[in-house]
């Protein structure tokens, strides 16, 4: 996913995923942002036996600079990157990494001053839905291609609609898939829409324009007996109707530099999010005759998600806290209560998936590490080198196979 600024510049957090084994597991889809379920869990994990020692490098492709996270889809992998001044989409072949078709287009942009060193290639991790591929550019450019033969259906610029057509750190809202719509939050600071966009046509079905984008991505969501899309806009934590786009509810929520980042959480009827120095907080959203309100189920101060989303297993909440230069911590779901924080200086941020009783950490340094589902302690299993520049983007799993996104390349890794 992304990167910006803050104490250290950070990319927002993607989350690894590792697939194993022994048994084997049948053709998996990783359509969107944090994988099937939009929540970084992996259906369907089959462990091996013993993890192996090491990972075997299957194919290798430069597809240029980002951090947005591929996809693969009826064995097809799809990125988004940037080569020179262009963004570019691309498909791949999951077995041999040839190329199956490529698309570019202008995509001039000037970085952040605060964030120059990270580059100015795209964030937004795009989506796979009724056999079309969704893109988010770095500027803001929302494009509708084929998935299958790469054609371009329909895009969308949002020149002259808003006063700038991203955030200050660039886009990096992923899509998501409603029906025959395509929610996208678009426009920058101070002027924006969260639209519902005809996926066919690419017209606007619905727009909420109280507020522009932050840096997180929505989720569809049933509260209080209504399917609502739930994210962290600027400066709130937003409810709205799926249906008409109307605002139910929101929490005033702001960060440092304007940063709200974290994809927001489901368990059971609680809302979980988090900010930078914001500890995690958890809500319920109520509605009383007509009314929706919400109130605080439980805040932990003494943990903050930055650009790392959590994961939730079971009524445990796992993830990578920004303190003490990074550790990882597990939460009581319910409570909010500090199970276990691993020693310090793990590392500048990471992506966190989970599966069965396993956890899959990557982290910045291109460091995979499986460990286990323990509510008691951090307790590593492996731990694998998979690249050579540093890993923010989400990774994808399938059959034995890895997909990892580091600086400019894609590696296929198996675990044979």
């Known amino acids: 996913m992304r990167r910006f600024h803050k104490p250290t510049m950070m990319v927002a957090a993607a989350l690894c995923a590792f697939f194993l084994g022994g048994a084997a597991l049948s053709a998996q889809n990783w359509p969107q942002w944090r994988g099937p379920n939009r929540d970084g869990a992996i259906p369907g994990l089959s462990e091996p036996t013993a993890w192996p020692e090491q990972l075997k490098q299957k194919w290798q492709v430069k597809v240029g600079i980002g951090h947005a996270s591929p996809l693969l889809v009826d064995k097809r992998v799809y990125v988004l990157a940037r080569q020179g001044e262009e963004e570019v989409v691309a498909a791949f072949e999951f077995a041999t990494g040839k190329q199956v078709w490529r698309d570019a287009y ?28 969704f893109t988010l550019g770095i500027s803001g450019i929302l494009s509708c291609y084929d998935a299958v033969s790469g054609k371009l259906a329909w895009r969308r610029a949002f020149s002259g609609e808003f006063k700038t057509t991203s955030p200050d750190f660039g886009a990096a809202t992923s899509p998501i898939a409603d029906g025959n719509r395509v929610l996208v939050h678009v426009g920058g600071n101070g002027s924006g829409a969260l639209i519902a966009f005809d996926v066919e046509s690419g017209k606007t079905v619905w727009a909420w324009t109280g507020e522009g984008p932050a840096y997180a991505s929505p989720i569809i969501v049933t509260l209080a007996g209504s399917r609502q899309v739930v994210t962290q806009s600027q400066q709130r934590l937003i409810g709205l109707s799926a249906a008409d786009g109307k605002l139910l509810w929101s929490i005033p929520f702001t960060t440092s530099y304007d940063q709200n ?156």
């Open 106 to 133: 202008p995509a001039p942009y000037t970085m952040n001053s605060a964030a120059i060193a990270h580059g100015k290639g795209p964030k937004s991790t795009p989506l796979v839905h009724g056999g079309k591929l």
């Open 261 to 416: 980042t974290i994809t927001p959480l489901l368990f059971k009827d609680i809302l979980i999010f988090s900010g930078l120095e914001k500890g995690v907080i958890a809500i319920r959203v109520i509605q009383d005759a007509g009314q929706w309100r919400t109130e605080k189920a439980w805040e932990n101060p003494g943990v903050s998600f930055y650009m790392s989303n959590p994961v939730l297993n079971g009524a445990v909440l796992f993830g990578m806290s920004t303190r003490n230069k990074g550790q990882f911590v597990a939460l009581d779901a319910a409570t909010g209560k500090t199970l276990w924080s691993s020693a310090g200086r793990a590392g500048e941020n990471a992506a966190v998936l989970t599966a069965g009783d396993k956890l899959f950490l990557l982290t910045t340094d291109a460091e995979l590490i499986v460990a286990k589902v323990n509510g008691a302690a951090f307790e590593q299993v492996r731990r694998y080198t998979v690249a050579k520049s540093p890993t923010w983007a989400q990774p994808v799993i399938a059959e034995k196979t890895i997909l990892v996104k580091d600086a400019e390349m894609l590696t296929s890794w198996g675990i044979e």
